[in-house]
Every structure is written in structure tokens, then in C-alpha cells.
Nanobody, 122 residues
Framework: QVQLVESGGGLVQAGGSLRLSCAASGLTFSWYGMGWFRQAPGKEREFVAV????????SYRDSVKGRFTISRDNAKTTVYLQMNSLKPEDTAVYYC???????????????WGQGTQVTVSS
């Protein structure tokens, strides 16, 4: 059974930092592209960052470029999202997702985690 378990969310003041982790199990992690998505209340789920199977290809949405960093450790079957200089508009539930043999900025992934709440106060 495939499981993606996010952790690291919480409440932080604007300008602060958080590091999200997503631990994967039940799949051959190195076969999967990984993505972080987020969904704020009343809004659609949106792509934040994606990383290819080897980590050699990475994409970010424009609003987080220079502030967020996605990375992965295939030995630990974990993907990370380092978030710096957080803004109130980053407040959302953050989800990690896995896509077999590829990545996309669309929400067309095979497996999803349950999400972790990130709240940035002004």
C-alpha cells in the first residue's frame, strides 16, 4: 500500500521559514517524479514545485521562486520543501504527490498525501 506522509507544517510569522517533509512508502521511490501542491480555502489546488526522479529537473511556480527549494533523498524515500521568507499568501494545505516515471505541473499524479497545514501570520 502506497503512503505519502507529510510533516513539518505549522504556524509561522511572515518572513519565517518551514521545512516540509514527505515520507513515501510502498513504492519504488526512484521511479517517481514528486511534486508539492497547495490549496488555500476557496481556491483550486495549485502546483508549487516539482522534481524529477533523479532530481536533475526542477520547476517552481513563479511566486515561490527564490524562496522555496524542493529536494529529494532517494535513499530515504523522502522529498522536502524548504520554505523561506514566507508570506501570508503562502497559507494553505500543502500536499505531496507522486507520479510514475514523470513530473508535471498539473495535478495529474498517481498518489497523494493527506496534506499538512501551513499558516503564515502577518
Amino acid at each position: 500500500q502506497v503512503q505519502l506522509v507529510e510533516s513539518g507544517g505549522g504556524l509561522v510569522q511572515a518572513g519565517g521559514s518551514l521545512r516540509l517533509s514527505c515520507a513515501a512508502s510502498g513504492l519504488t521511490f526512484s521511479w517517481y517524479g514528486m511534486g508539492w501542491f497547495r490549496q488555500a480555502p476557496g481556491k483550486e489546488r495549485e502546483f508549487v514545485a516539482v522534481i524529477s526522479r533523479s532530481g536533475g529537473s526542477i520547476s517552481y511556480r513563479d511566486s515561490v521562486k527564490g524562496r522555496f527549494t524542493i529536494s529529494r533523498d532517494n535513499a530515504k524515500t523522502t522529498v522536502y520543501l524548504q520554505m523561506n521568507s514566507l508570506k501570508p499568501e503562502d497559507t494553505a494545505v500543502y500536499y505531496c504527490a507522486a507520479k510514475l516515471r514523470g513530473v508535471t505541473t498539473l495535478a495529474e499524479y498517481d498518489y497523494w498525501g493527506q496534506g499538512t497545514q501551513v499558516t503564515v501570520s502577518s
